[in-house]
C-alpha cells in the first residue's frame, strides 16, 4: 500500500455514458498527475496538478476528459460519452514537491471497460 | 518517446541475482535515472533513483556508468514475486515528471 488510494477499482459501462473517478493522494504531496495504461504497455501521461492548479494536459486528454482537484487535495477524472477505446487502467500518482527529485507514489488504478 | 532502451523480456533463476539493463544514450546532465516495476494488475512501484554515483538501498542497487549513457538494475537475491515489468525511466530533478514509461522489461522469476 503506497497511500495512494483510487475509487472505484473496477468499472464497467457503457458506450455513452459518463464516469468518474477518484484518487485521493498522499496527504502532504502537492503534486498529483494522471496516466492511462492500455493492454501491453507503459503508462501514459494524461495530466499533472501542482496544488489545484491543472497546469498540464497531455494531447491524449481529449475534450471527453476533464480532470479537477478542489483545494489541493483529492482529485477527479471525468470522461464523458465514452468510447470503446476509452477502456484502460488509470492511475494516479502523487509525488511531494520541490527542488529535490523526488518519486512518484502511484495508487492501485480504475480499470475502465467500455462496453 | 521513451527516452530510455530496454530488452522486453529477462528471465532469472530464483535466488540469483537478476541485472537488468538500460539505455539512454541522450541523458543529460540534470536528468535522474529512476526504475520502478509494475507487478500484475497493479500500479507501479517505486524502486530506487540515482544521478551519477552508484546507489542501493532496501530493494535494489542502481550502477550508472560514468558517462551516464547506460545503467543496471541489480536485485540481488531475485524471488518468485518479483516476477513484474521493470521501467528504467530518465526525468530532471525537481520540477514536475511527465514520465514517458515505455514498455520497459518483463522479468520472469523461475522457480
Known amino acids: 500500500d503506497t497511500g495512494v488510494s483510487q475509487d472505484p477499482r473496477h468499472k464497467i459501462t457503457k458506450r455513452g455514458q459518463n464516469v468518474t473517478f477518484r484518487c485521493d493522494p498522499i496527504s502532504e504531496h502537492n503534486r498529483l498527475y494522471w496516466y492511462r495504461q492500455t493492454l501491453g504497455q507503459g503508462p501514459e501521461f494524461l495530466t499533472y496538478f501542482q496544488n489545484e492548479a491543472q497546469l498540464e494536459k497531455s494531447r491524449l486528454l481529449s475534450d471527453r476528459f476533464s480532470a479537477e482537484r478542489p483545494k489541493g487535495s483529492f482529485s477527479t477524472l471525468e470522461i464523458q460519452r465514452t468510447e470503446q477505446g476509452d477502456s484502460a487502467m488509470y492511475l494516479c500518482?502523487?509525488?511531494?514537491?520541490?527542488?529535490?527529485?523526488?518519486?512518484?507514489?502511484f495508487g492501485p488504478g480504475t480499470r475502465l471497460t467500455v462496453t | 518517446d521513451a527516452k530510455t532502451t530496454q530488452p522486453p523480456s529477462m528471465d532469472c533463476a530464483e535466488g540469483r541475482a537478476a541485472n537488468l539493463p538500460c539505455n539512454h544514450s541522450?541523458?543529460?546532465?540534470?536528468?535522474?535515472v529512476y526504475w520502478y516495476r509494475q507487478i500484475h494488475s497493479q500500479g507501479p512501484q517505486y524502486i530506487i533513483h540515482g544521478l551519477k554515483n552508484n546507489e542501493t538501498n532496501e530493494m535494489a542497487s542502481l550502477i550508472i556508468t560514468e558517462d551516464r549513457k547506460s545503467s543496471t538494475l541489480i536485485l540481488p537475491h531475485a524471488t518468485l514475486r518479483d516476477t513484474a515489468v521493470y521501467y528504467c525511466i530518465v526525468e530532471l530533478s525537481g520540477g514536475y515528471q511527465k514520465v514517458t514509461f515505455g514498455t520497459g522489461t518483463k522479468l520472469q522469476v523461475i522457480p
Open positions: 500518482a502523487s509525488q511531494l514537491g520541490g527542488a529535490a527529485s523526488y518519486e512518484q507514489y
Open positions: 541522450t541523458i543529460s546532465g540534470n536528468e535522474y
